[in-house]
Every structure is written in C-alpha cells, then in structure tokens.
C-alpha cells in the first residue's frame, strides 16, 4: 500500500508544505507519467515507466524548469531584476534559466567555464539568442564557475542592477523545493492511476534534483528507493552534497531535519570518460529506448543513467522491483550538439 504510515496523513502533508513553497508556475503539469510497454517487455518483466519531464512545456524543458519556478517566485518576492548563473555552454539550466529571465522581463548574465568555444550552438545558441549576458572564467575548472557568480553580482549591484544569483546547475535550497513539488506531483498520479513503484531512477548532476526528490520521500513517508547515477562528479561528494543540502532545504520549510550522506546513496562508474562526453553505454541505452519506445534519452544525464540502470538490472539489483519508474529529467538538445561525430555508432548497430 501506498498509505505507508497509519498517523501520517499524506494530503495533509502536501497541502502544508506546498503552501510553503512559492512558485511561479511556467509551465503545463502534471508532466505524462506513461508505462513503457515495449521496453517493459524487452526487460522481461520489471514494469517500466517514464515521469516525463523532458515535456515540460517551457524553454524546452526538463527538470531545471521545476527549480526555477520556486527560484522566480523567490527572485520576484526580493524585487530582482537579474538572475545570474553559470555551468558549461551546453548548460541546460542556464539556457532554462535564460529562458525564464526573458519570460519574466529580467535580465539574465551566464558564467561559463573556460573560454569560448569556437562553434555556437544548441544551447549556447539558444542562450545568447535569449540576449543573456555572456562571461567567460578563462579556467577549464568547472568550479571556477562558483568564484565568479558572485563577482558578477557584485558587478552589476554596481552598475544598478538588483541580482539573484542562482548557483552552478540550480543546485540550492530555494530550487529543491520545485523538486520537492514534483515529487508531490507523481504520488498523486500514482494514486489516481492506483500504482505503486518500488524504485525511481534518476540521472544526478548538480544533486538539487535528487535532494528534493529524497525531501519529498522523507515529507510523504514513502519507501518507494531511489537508484541515482552521478554522471560528473564521485558518488562520495555528491551524497556529502545531497545531504547538506536536503538538510539546509528542510529548514526553509521549518523542519529541523538532518541528513547524511548514508541517506543519500549514490551509484557511480557509469560517467565514462567525463560528464558530457557520450559513452559507449549511453550510446546502447539510448539506442534501445529509442527503438523501443519512441523516447529520446539524452548522452550526458538520461543516457547514463538508463545505462546505469540497465547495467543494475543485468546484475540483478532489481530482481525484487516490481515496478520502476525513470524520471526523464530531459536534455534532448544534447542531441544536436558536436561536430558530426557518430558517437551513437549508428551505421554499426543498425538491425
Ligand atoms: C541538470 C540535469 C540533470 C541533473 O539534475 P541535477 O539537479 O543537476 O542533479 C539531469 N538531467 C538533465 C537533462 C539535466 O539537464
């Protein structure tokens, strides 16, 4: 059953923190939750479904657009008339980030790592597109990105501005909640459609999207688990990371709840040579999904994960799951990125 705990009243609960949780909706929800039949049944038995988030009807979507709209509000209530942020130019959040920018008729500045690239496209073409202010750390180190978010803001406090700096990836506190609010959103889908997952499996980045998922199974008592596969950074930093965080996003909504890494547990190994660059078992993964389902993963998050995920069920991580549910957190424009490389080795595998 569902209804795990006889004295806690999860309605109740949703109805209170959702009430805590300012949110400027941008977009159409709930997002499809739909079985995958073909896959499901290519697995051979564990019933598959996809929380399709990477229909988000907003600036191309995906799971970025759910942190923002709680980050708006947040902005909004502070009188901001700026968001920064940063990440690499293929930065899904940012573009998102410029795309709510331009909605809410705020300026937006993009902190990107290193120095840029020679080529303009996918998301850095939509992003400059969007008339976001550009800058460049001229430091191939990811982090550098962190240091000059807040130089920025300072910068343009200068020139008049009045900043809400947002940090690399989405990943604080403010933006949990909206994962927090999408988990509150798939349990009642689940309750209307009367079905219950064993498992979610994610695809985690920057952590925000996992802490507010782990949040919100905490606030709703459920013991459905959650299989997470990091696809930049080692396991060990992003539980530490993931914990910190689902402690500090506790807060806000007035719980004192700790977290530790043990409650945040995290697979590694499935990154492959680097976070973005496409792997061999991302590549087999997307191929399988797309042929059976119609459903495009993308080769730096979704990709890896559902890689992850098929690699666990080979060595029987799964054989006690009944059902799974893969939230498909989006990053589809991936696919239009690169310089013609067939990464997929599609002339290879073709049947
Ligand atoms: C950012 C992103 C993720 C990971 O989310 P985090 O909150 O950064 O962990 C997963 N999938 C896609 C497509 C993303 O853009």
């Known amino acids: 059953m569902i209804l795990k705990s006889e004295n806690l009243d999860q309605r109740a609960v949703i109805e209170r923190i959702t009430g805590q949780i300012p949110r400027h909706v941008l977009s159409h929800y709930p997002t499809p939750l739909m079985r995958a039949n073909r896959l499901t049944e290519t697995l ?11 229909l988000i009807s907003f600036g191309l979507g995906g799971n970025k657009i759910r942190g923002l709209e709680v980050m708006l509000a947040d902005a909004l209530a502070q009188n901001a008339d700026c968001l920064i942020t940063g990440a690499g130019v293929q930065s899904n959040h940012v573009r998102a980030t410029a795309a709510v920018a331009a909605h809410a008729g705020m300026h937006c500045t993009a902190v990107y790592w290193g120095k840029p690239p020679a080529t303009i496209d996918v998301n850095y073409r939509v992003t400059k597109m969007l008339n976001a202010g550009i800058r460049f750390t001229d430091d191939d180190e990811r982090a550098s990105v962190d240091a000059h978010i807040p130089l920025v803001a300072a910068e343009l406090s200068e020139q008049g501005y009045r900043p809400y700096a947002i940090p690399r990836g989405g990943a604080c506190a403010v933006g949990v909640l909206g994962h927090v ?16 997952p064993d498992v979610i499996v994610i695809a985690v980045g920057s952590g925000g999207t996992y802490t507010g998922w782990l949040l919100g199974l905490r606030l709703l008592n459920l013991c459905w688990k959650m299989h997470c596969y990091t696809v930049s950074r080692e396991p060990e930093q992003v539980s530490q990371q993931v914990a910190d965080l689902a402690t500090e996003a506790a807060a806000l909504v007035k719980l004192d709840w700790t977290f530790s890494p043990a409650d945040a547990p995290v697979h590694g190994g499935f990154i492959g040579q680097g976070y973005g660059i496409p792997s061999q078992e991302a590549a087999e993964a997307i191929k399988l999904t797309g042929r059976t389902e119609g459903i495009l993963l993308d080769p730096t998050y979704t990709g890896k994960a559902m890689a992850g995920f098929l690699h666990g069920l080979q060595n029987r991580q799964f054989d006690a799951c009944k ?22 080795n599609t002339d290879l595998l073709a049947v």
């Open 181 to 196: 609010l999408a988990i509150f959103e798939l349990y009642q889908q689940c309750l209307e459609q009367n079905l219950e």
């Open 323 to 344: 059902r799974i549910i893969f939230l498909h957190t989006g990053g589809e424009p991936a696919f239009f990125a690169g310089n013609g490389d067939d990464w997929l």
């Open 44 to 54: 051979g038995g564990i019933e598959l479904w996809f929380k399709r988030d990477d």
